[in-house]
């Protein structure tokens, strides 16, 4: 089945140390993007990647850090110079360019920093 | 500046019965995209319809349906015949011209009450 995989689901880490969420998608899409959803709250975009090799900051990149080595991968590294990592984060694709195009997204990946 | 406005944290339906969420929107491209997800307490988000700025039709999904007013910048969800399943909260978002990143409203919370 195509569709977008987020790993793990939950996520404990000891404040001070980075980590590597996972986003991979068989859907072939050339678009991928990172969000982060506070509780009560709507999504807000961490990076996202046109292409390969390609990524822009969003609205709330300070503090996080991408790849795009390949067109199915896109993991996002919270590092320690985030100061608020907690929250529920969420990966989505999409097939590209245009404003039609819809968003696909994972089952999120929940972090807790203690 | 906020792009997506929901000015209703939470409302409340009882079921069987139809609602309207709103949203508002700013830009200034004449092309761009609405878009409505479902989230519910699992956290995946389900795409649910989509309206173009130059569909002349409001767009229409089953039950749901977008009214969309262009020079209010306003499109609302509007759901018929709610069910206890529709319980979730509810995102609005937007494509502007090409650029490839979708932002998202703070969200709705809907409760359905039997």
């Known amino acids: 089945d195509g569709g977008i995989t987020q790993s793990p689901k939950y996520l404990f880490r000891k404040e001070g140390q980075n980590v590597t969420l996972s986003c991979e998608q068989n859907?072939?899409?050339?678009?991928m993007y990172w969000y982060r959803q506070d509780p009560g709250q709507g999504l807000r975009l961490i990076y996202y990647?046109?292409?390969?090799?390609?990524?822009q900051k969003g609205d709330i990149a300070e503090g996080y850090s991408v790849s795009r080595e390949k067109k199915e991968s896109f993991p996002l590294t919270v590092t320690s110079a985030q100061k608020n990592p907690t929250a529920f984060y969420l990966c989505?694709?999409?097939?590209?360019?245009?404003?039609?195009?819809?968003?696909?997204f994972g089952q999120g990946t929940r972090l807790t920093v203690v | 500046a906020q792009k997506i406005t929901q000015t209703q944290p939470g409302m409340f339906v009882q079921e069987k019965e139809a609602v309207t969420l709103d949203c508002t929107y700013d830009?200034?491209?004449?092309?761009?995209?609405l878009f409505w997800y479902k989230q519910p307490s699992s956290g995946e988000m389900i795409f649910l319809i989509y309206?173009?700025?130059?569909?002349?039709q409001n767009a229409t999904e089953g039950r749901y349906s977008l009214n969309f007013q262009k020079a209010r910048k306003s499109a609302n969800l509007v759901i018929s015949a709610s069910q206890l399943g529709d319980s979730a909260m509810y995102f609005c978002?937007?494509?502007?011209?090409?650029?490839?990143?979708?932002?998202f409203g703070a969200g709705t919370r809907l409760t359905v009450k039997p």
């Open positions: 978002a937007m494509r502007e011209g090409y650029n490839n990143d979708m932002r």
């Open positions: 859907l072939n899409h050339d678009a």
């Open positions: 309206q173009g700025s130059y569909d002349e």
């Open positions: 990647s046109q292409i390969v090799n390609d990524f």
């Open positions: 830009t200034s491209d004449q092309s761009y995209g």
């Open positions: 989505a694709s999409s097939i590209g360019q245009g404003v039609g195009t819809e968003a696909f």
